[in-house]
């Protein structure tokens, strides 16, 4: 009975959140990257060092016409949302998908873009969000 207590407990605490950083200034985690937060806390002047402590790493750095510095944020959300005429929860893990219920997909986009003057601030951004 002991041992499996103590697999319980194990199973339980490896389970657990992994990113244990509060969504902050310096720890912003990648899947609350909202508009809101680019509204809230990007500012034209601001520092590059300040952009990437809030909004982290980007997915692409170019240049613009000027030789100026571009990052590209672009993020990407699925959800899957199934519900079933039955009671009780059930796994599939191999077999026929000819069962009676209700799928939903949906993707949410992010793409946030940040233009850099010589000095390494912000001299504009933009971003556009999508749900489909």
């Given at each position: 009975?002991?041992?499996?207590?103590?697999l319980?407990?194990?199973?339980?605490t490896?389970?657990?959140?992994?990113?244990?950083?509060?969504?902050?200034?310096?720890?912003?985690?990648?899947?609350?990257?909202?508009?809101?937060?680019?509204q809230?806390?990007?500012?034209?002047?601001?520092?590059a060092?300040?952009?990437?402590?809030?909004?982290?790493?980007p997915?692409?750095?170019?240049?613009?016409e000027?030789?100026?510095?571009?990052?590209?944020?672009?993020?990407?959300?699925?959800?899957?949302?199934?519900s079933?005429?039955?009671?009780?929860?059930?796994?599939?893990?191999?077999?026929?998908?000819?069962?009676?219920?209700?799928?939903?997909?949906?993707?949410?986009?992010?793409?946030?873009?940040?233009?850099?003057d010589?000095?390494?601030?912000?001299?504009?951004?933009?971003?556009?969000s999508?749900s489909?």
């Open positions: 009975m002991k041992v499996y207590l103590f319980l407990l194990g199973l339980l490896a389970c657990g959140p992994t990113n244990r950083c509060r969504p902050t200034r310096q720890c912003m985690p990648a899947d609350q990257l909202t508009v809101g937060v680019v809230r806390e990007v500012h034209i002047g601001m520092p060092s300040d952009v990437a402590s809030i909004l982290g790493s997915n692409i750095v170019s240049l613009d000027n030789r100026d510095e571009v990052w590209v944020y672009d993020k990407i959300s699925s959800e899957v949302e199934y079933s005429r039955g009671k009780g929860v059930w796994l599939v893990i191999v077999g026929d998908q000819s069962c009676s219920g209700y799928r939903k997909r949906s993707q949410k986009t992010l793409t946030i873009v940040v233009k850099f010589e000095d390494k601030r912000v001299r504009d951004f933009t971003y556009h999508s489909f």
